[in-house]
């Protein structure tokens, strides 16, 4: 009894949210310098997509290698590359390097519109491949932050569901079964069996 009273008023589960935002990430642009042969730009940008968990990756890697040379300088180029991936937005990575300082910025497209939507850039001095890394992801998770989906407005508890009418119910049931228990023992007196009886077992009559 008190296992199903305690299922009848526990709260429902909850339901893990579901991304509506798709997003797909375009190859790095260079600027300044020699583009570095050790540097994973793209695995960073979507290790920092992801770590936000506001939204769905999809690959594009197919669909940029078959593009034209210089695709990802020319932004009408990406956006009709990334279209075909069925992503609704498009990350790309952009780098510029001086000397030991290295610049690099996050821009975010919104494919179906075609513009630039979000952009955002970190500065990592005496840069070597891991700082650039941890600066891409850091700047792609602090983007895709806002992407997350809002959680469903709480409703309020119908009335079988109050914690104070299970509550009662429980009582109710118990209560009458320990009055069903004492009506049906009552009618006897358990100490009836014991007691003596008062007449005697024989009467002297005088003569």
């Not at 009458?176 to 077992?201: N, R």
């Amino acid at each position: 009894m008190a296992s199903l009273l305690a299922a009848c008023g526990a709260p429902p589960a909850k339901v893990p949210l579901t991304p509506s935002v798709v997003v797909t990430t375009a190859p790095t642009s260079w600027t300044g310098g020699e583009a570095s042969t050790t540097l994973d730009a793209d695995g960073a940008l979507r290790s920092g997509l992801a770590r936000a968990r506001s939204s769905r990756l999809v690959s594009s890697q197919a669909e940029y290698a078959a593009a034209p040379a210089g695709c990802s300088e020319d932004a009408g180029c990406l956006l009709a590359t990334a279209k075909r991936t069925g992503a609704s937005k498009l990350a790309q990575v952009r780098i510029a390097s001086l000397g030991t300082t290295t610049l690099v910025r996050v821009v975010v497209f919104d494919i179906a519109r075609g513009t630039q939507e979000q952009t955002r850039q970190e500065l990592v001095r005496e840069a070597d491949d891991r700082a650039v890394s941890e600066a891409i992801a850091h700047a792609a998770e602090v983007l895709a932050r806002p992407w997350a989906p809002s959680p469903p407005a709480e409703r309020s508890a119908a009335w079988y569901e109050s914690g104070w009418l299970w509550g009662s119910l429980g009582a109710a049931v118990v209560g009458g079964a320990a009055l069903a228990i004492g009506v049906s023992t009552g009618g006897a007196d358990p100490s009836a069996a014991s007691k003596p009886s008062e007449q005697p077992d024989f009467t002297l009559t005088p003569p």
